[in-house]
């Protein structure tokens, strides 16, 4: 007789609570990391990656369960079953009432795609968990060119450190008075499709064209593509809704500030705004706020304020004996007030590398994610960069002006879409 593997869970992280409560078909709180790899992909070999890449990643095998006070991951028998890609991108992962991992790999032709519900990790995360599964696919794939040189896989962090929950770790109980004030900003809208498919629009360029753009206005690749989105976004507003500032939420890698090496969500949330009325239309102007903004918010002392802020509710001896439906209703009333305060929101997961040896058989990767708003999510790789628009609406005026900014500097930009509809 088979002994059954023994149950085992843990509670979410602290960043990851926001999600379940607040992801719905029109915002499934999932995002996509895409490998573009040289040739077609074979399923089976695929397959075998991904059961050993799991067996690195255990909490991966994982279903999120209710609790009385607390969501948490349970450990599970299913095995993760790559499949030919079927459905829209970013679809559902996460059903209440259904035991089902949170993530998902499928293919198409030469691509790689892996769906991840947020609250299982953040995108630094999931994108170790996709390096070591190309990892496991290349070497097996292309076995005969790494006969006695095989290489080494640049994620070495134990199983226990993969865990880590660094929320906690980190947590100083350090907090000052100040209140989050949300100021209201400009909301775009638009005409959203019938089957809540969001439309992306994934622009690849060199790395090296925009950051000489980016120097000539002596500013970082991202701050240059964060006003630019900014412009773009001016031009479709009316005349009346100048008065208001667009606002834009852009997530922060806690690792780069605070020691860790954890798979699940280790991010913070810094805010970049501009106002139209107050301070004009000049792109040097807005690069200049947007990069004063940056310089600003990017500071372990403020990223610190804001963690423990979050993970304050968390050591609150009263929250914690509050009942789950009562959490939830709070965590959807706390969404919804912040999404007052946000216009559109840009992600840059920043450069991607894999051991050299891998290198020559991926062509690029790329990111994005489940939008109820216009999104960037940018990523690099070699020269090639990759700037995907996800949007919720139907129209598609704001990619077109941002994508023309940059042509008309001469940038070359290769433009795909999910749509027939393309520029």
């Not at 795609?113 to 994108?127: I, K, P, R, S």
């Not at 009263?318 to 009333?333: C, H």
């Not at 990523?379 to 960069?385: I, T």
Request: hydrophobic share 40%; charged share 25%.
């Amino acid at each position: 007789m088979t002994k059954k593997k023994p149950v085992e869970w843990s509670r979410l992280d602290n960043a990851a609570k926001i999600f379940p409560p607040n992801s719905n078909e029109k915002d499934t709180k999932v995002f996509r990391f895409v490998a573009e790899l040289m040739d077609d992909i074979d399923e089976q070999m695929l397959q075998e990656a991904v059961e050993k890449t799991v067996a690195v990643f255990p909490f991966y095998q994982s279903v999120l369960r209710k609790g009385v006070f607390w969501y948490y991951l349970e450990n599970t028998d299913i095995l993760p079953r790559v499949k030919e890609e079927n459905k829209l991108p970013c679809s559902m992962l996460y059903y209440p009432n259904r035991r089902n991992l949170l993530f998902e790999v499928t293919y198409y032709k030469k691509r790689v795609n892996l769906e991840v519900f947020h609250a299982l990790t953040d995108g630094t995360g999931a994108l170790g968990f996709l390096k070591t599964l190309l990892y496991f696919y290349i070497i097996k794939r292309y076995e005969e060119d790494f006969v006695g040189k095989f290489p080494k896989l640049d994620y070495d962090a134990s199983i226990a450190q993969k865990m880590d929950d660094s929320f906690l770790k980190h947590y100083s109980g350090k907090t000052t008075s100040n209140k989050i004030k949300i100021t209201k900003a400009h909301h775009i809208l638009g005409r959203r499709p019938i089957d809540n498919r969001i439309k992306i629009i994934e622009g690849t360029m060199s790395v090296k064209e925009i950051i000489q753009l980016a120097h000539e206005h002596d500013t970082t690749l991202t701050v240059y593509l964060t006003a630019l989105f900014i412009y773009s976004i001016y031009q479709e507003m009316s005349v009346r809704n100048r008065r208001l500032p667009i606002v834009l939420s852009i997530p922060v890698n806690l690792r780069s500030y605070f020691p860790s090496v954890t798979a699940r969500n280790f991010f913070g949330t810094i805010y970049v705004s501009y106002n139209f009325s107050k301070s004009g239309n000049d792109l040097d102007n807005i690069i200049k706020e947007v990069k004063e903004g940056f310089q600003r918010e990017l500071t372990q002392e403020k990223l610190e304020e804001h963690m423990n802020k979050l993970a304050a509710l968390e050591h609150n001896a009263f929250a914690r004996v509050v009942p789950l439906s009562i959490k939830d209703f709070i965590l959807r009333m706390a969404s919804s007030i912040s999404d007052r305060g946000i216009t559109a929101s840009v992600s840059n997961i920043g450069k991607i590398t894999v051991p050299g040896e891998l290198a020559p058989y991926i062509k690029l990767f790329d990111c994005f994610t489940s939008a109820r708003r216009p999104q960037i999510c940018m990523c690099s790789f070699g020269d090639q960069l990759v700037v995907s628009f996800t949007s919720p609406f139907v129209g598609t005026d704001i990619q077109k002006n941002f994508f023309r900014m940059l042509t008309e500097q001469n940038v070359q930009v290769t433009i795909v879409s999910n749509t027939k509809d393309n520029m």
